[in-house]
């Protein structure tokens, strides 16, 4: 049968080891059919091919952002949007708030996600003092950029019955001023003694907020994901549904957390891969620490300007080790948060603990962010093959407040895209969206340049090549969540999932690459963004 689509006159980078670079590429329906020069591929055309002239621009696999959080992203489409280059004063985040009081549309509870204290003018966490005369009575939450600290007005502190005495969770604090009341800001578990209490959105609001990131999604070329933090019934009935309806604007695997979900999966006797191509159950996760941008980060050194913080770790190890067993016992792939040193080696011991009671040869247990991985955990992962899950745009966007808590000598190692790959060990792109921009292209920059919003450079010697980069978000991804049969590279019997750049990224200045766009997206041979 002729193809429904052809591009010609690449370069097509495959990503595929056995032929880098073609020049055309023949879809029909939704798999990829010949790949090669342009007589090979024109043989594919029919009187009602569509042709697509590539004219020098790139043809890459659609882009792998292998940790993201859709539902919460596309939630918080609706919420005041508190980023520093929206937001940049206490007086403007007041006003937001205001704004939104004002507005008759509002829901009752008064949200707003992405301050960066580093970069508000009063450079420190607003309290539930700066955010009541905005406020008033509704009750308030105001999201850092990371997701891991967040401050409650005093409507919603008294909501949640939060006073002096409240004692803090386990794997939480509750900050309190000089008088001991507390202060607003809540970190890490603390938060969910606040965010518990908002009202639950219903499956046909996460299906709405599962469209909004993805019409976002696939405008930056991006066909698969990875939902990074799966916890309901609802959440999975709405990706469910839209997937049945063939409504589902992406490809995504599902990170089940172990505590709401583990317990109800093995009885039923499922397990990471269970799926199709388009919704698959992924691993089981776990949070062990928060961000090092808000100095919650477990480490084995206190931070340098904060010598009684070693940031928090959620699980003591014994409890690590329970859980993990447990998972990696029932079948399934493990992926675990930790971004401190401390944190890293704990969840490291827990996955060699589970492997050494249930050995498994391509187990590919993940760890997500993997901020600090100096040599001796390098080795380690070599040695166990663990897979890392970075997310290079981190430098870019929260970089420099890195550079503020963090000695040379921990940066050297900090998000180490560079020595991943020369210790052979398998990394992944990723965005952690919302917590930073789900941008591909200044994902790819970081990667290779290593520089920060300010323009300072964070870990000398850890970028990668442009290759490389588009290697971390295509191929690698595919690895990540075993389905590099399928996607990841553009070959004969692939997948059709497909990204049209602006341009050539290798031949971009690599301080420019952000400036790159996707001219048109294709996922399982249909157009679905076409710039």
Known sequence: MPADLLFLNGPVLTMNPDQPVADAVAVLGERIVAVGDLATVRAEQGPRTRVIDLAGRALIPGFNDNHTHPIIYGRGLRAINAKPD?????????????????????????LARGYDDTRLDIQRHPTRWDLDPATGNRPAFLTRTCGHIGVANS?????????????????????HDANG???????????????????????????????????????????????????????????????????????????????????????????????????????????????????????FDAY???????????????????????????????????????????????????????????????????????????????????????????TYELGDSYIRNFTERQLAYCYPNRSWFDYGIVSVGSSDVPVVSCDPFMGIRSAVTRLTRDGQHMGLGQGVTVMEALQMFTRNGAYATFEED?????????????????????????????????????LGGSIVHEA
């Open 486 to 522: 399928r996607k990841g590279t553009i070959a004969p019997g692939m997948l059709a999932d497909l990204a049209l750049l602006s341009d050539d990224p290798r031949a971009v200045d690599p301080e420019l690459l952000h400036t790159l766009k996707c001219d048109l997206t294709v």
């Open 155 to 175: 409507a919603a502190l008294a909501l949640a019955g939060i006073t002096a005495s409240t004692p803090a969770p386990q794997g939480g604090e509750i900050d």
């Open 304 to 394: 340098h300007d904060d010598p009684n913080n070693y940031g928090i770790s959620i699980w003591t190890q014994q409890e690590l080790d329970d859980k993990f067993g447990r998972a990696h016992a029932a079948g399934f792939q493990l992926c675990a948060h930790a971004i401190g040193d401390r944190a890293i080696t704990m969840i490291l011991d827990a996955y060699e603990k589970a492997l050494a009671a249930h050995p498994r040869k391509d187990h590919r247990h993940r760890i997500e962010h993997c901020g600090f991985c100096p040599p001796p955990l390098l080795d380690r992962m070599r040695l166990h093959k663990f897979v890392a899950v970075p997310q290079p745009n981190f």
């Open 181 to 299: 009341e507390p202060t607003g800001v809540l970190r890490e578990t603390a938060m969910r003694l606040v965010m518990d209490l908002m009202p639950k959105p219903t499956v046909a609001d996460i299906k709405d907020d599962l469209r909004a990131a993805g019409d976002r999604f696939r405008a930056y070329g991006i066909t698969s994901t990875a939902e990074a933090m799966l916890s309901t019934a609802d959440e999975l009935a709405a990706y469910q549904e839209l997937r049945t309806a063939g409504e589902l604007p992406f490809r995504v695997n599902l990170m089940m957390m172990i505590d709401d979900t583990l317990d109800e999966l093995i009885s039923l006797g499922i397990k990471t891969g269970f799926g199709d191509d388009w919704l698959r159950i992924g691993p089981a996760k776990l949070f062990q620490d928060g961000s090092g941008g808000g100095k919650t980060a477990a480490m």
């Open 86 to 110: 929206a937001i940049a004063t206490l007086a403007e985040l007041q006003t937001a708030y205001r704004a939104a009081a004002a507005d008759p549309a509002t829901p009752e509870w008064l």
